[in-house]
């Protein structure tokens, strides 16, 4: 049985982009937040001054990418605003 050519990432390839309708989305505002992991899920739960007002539960691929993504965020607001505390 022949294989299959693996596909491959073109080198200067942009990252995929997310496509988002904003249609029911809900905004809320946070100054505290607190994680906590299991093997299974990670959950990050946000609020107003340690008051708890939404949790969010995500796989620990897609924390992963959002940690690097916080990174990259955070970085580029220093550079333009100065750095946080």
């Given at each position: 049985?022949?294989?299959?050519?693996?596909?491959?990432?073109?080198?200067n390839?942009?990252?995929?982009?997310?496509?988002?309708?904003?249609a029911?989305?809900?905004?809320?505002?946070?100054?505290?937040?607190?994680?906590?992991?299991?093997?299974?899920?990670?959950?990050?739960?946000?609020?107003?001054?340690?008051?708890?007002?939404?949790?969010?539960?995500?796989?620990?691929?897609?924390?992963?990418?959002?940690?690097?993504?916080?990174?990259?965020?955070?970085?580029?607001?220093?550079?333009?605003?100065?750095?946080?505390?």
């Open positions: 049985m022949a294989r299959k050519a693996a596909r491959r990432k073109p080198r390839a942009e990252p995929r982009r997310h496509r988002w309708t904003d029911g989305a809900v905004t809320s505002y946070a100054n505290s937040c607190s994680l906590d992991a299991s093997a299974e899920a990670v959950f990050a739960n946000f609020g107003i001054d340690r008051r708890l007002s939404r949790r969010i539960v995500i796989t620990p691929a897609l924390a992963k990418r959002l940690a690097a993504l916080l990174t990259k965020v955070v970085r580029d607001y220093e550079a333009q605003y100065g750095t946080l505390s």
